[in-house]
T-cell receptor, first 113, second 113 residues
Framework: AQSVAQPEDQVNVAEGNPLTVKCTYS??????LFWYVQYPNRGLQFLLKYITGDNLVKGSYGFEAEFNKSQTSFHLKKPSALVSDSALYFCAVRDTNAGKSTFGDGTTLTVKP | NAGVTQTPKFQVLKTGQSMTLQCAQDMNHNSMYWYRQDPGMGLRLIYYSASEGTTDKGEVPNGYNVSRLNKREFSLRLESAAPSQTSVYFC????????????FGEGSRLTVL
């Protein structure tokens, strides 16, 4: 069975500071990893994914994530946070044998001016 | 660009009533999914359809049925609604079952009294 853990329910950062939203995963095969963002009363929007290749993945709105196989982690990062980045962030995993994604419980990011 | 369209956006039911949530995508995607989102529990997969003509149970299928009507449409039916099915329901689609990111609809908020 595959699973995802987002250990922090809430992350607070000041505008202009770097941000990190943590994600660890467990799969039986090779992982396909995804980050999504959800704004209030909206559906989820895709940010970035790791399938294979370079461990540092760059995505939308200046976000990036680093795949670490030994630590089974896929943390989301941004060098300089914006107030508009405030939202709910979800990490998701699929293994190579399944077509379905498993989501973490989500992390609420609040960026204060 | 409509993407994934869900109807209705809001619905209130009484216990024991039935209803169908409709989902249609115009991106020619092969795979479609139904998730439910509850506070603090992330997204949980109800049913999915890897391709037209196939459907499979997800993590929480009890109390639900699905129909993949054609490549575009994937409906979710509640035969006898229960208060535990009060939730926000999201339909999603993906071009490629394993590596493709999910595209989500805007959600359907269902309340069962």
């Amino acid at each position: 069975a595959q699973s995802v853990a987002q250990p922090e329910d809430q992350v607070n950062v000041a505008e202009g500071n770097p941000l990190t939203v943590k994600c660890t995963y467990s799969v039986s095969g090779n992982p396909y990893l995804f980050w999504y963002v959800q704004y209030p009363n909206r559906g989820l929007q895709f940010l970035l994914k790791y399938i294979t290749g370079d461990n540092l993945v760059k995505g939308s709105y200046g976000f990036e994530a680093e795949f670490n196989k030994s630590q089974t982690s896929f943390h989301l990062k941004k060098p300089s946070a914006l107030v508009s980045d405030s939202a709910l962030y979800f990490c998701a995993v699929r293994d190579t044998n399944a077509g379905k994604s498993t989501f973490g419980d989500g992390t609420t990011l609040t960026v204060k001016p | 660009n409509a993407g994934v369209t869900q109807t209705p956006k809001f619905q209130v039911l009484k216990t024991g009533q039935s209803m169908t949530l409709q989902c249609a995508q115009d991106m020619n995607h092969n795979s479609m999914y139904w998730y439910r989102q509850d506070p603090g529990m992330g997204l949980r997969l109800i049913y999915y359809s890897a391709s037209e003509g196939t459907t499979d149970k997800g993590e929480v299928p009890n109390g639900y049925n699905v129909s993949r009507l054609n490549k575009r449409e994937f409906s979710l039916r509640l035969e006898s609604a229960a208060p535990s099915q009060t939730s926000v329901y999201f339909c999603a689609s993906s071009a490629i079952p394993n590596t493709g990111e999910l595209f989500f609809g805007e959600g359907s908020r269902l309340t069962v009294l």
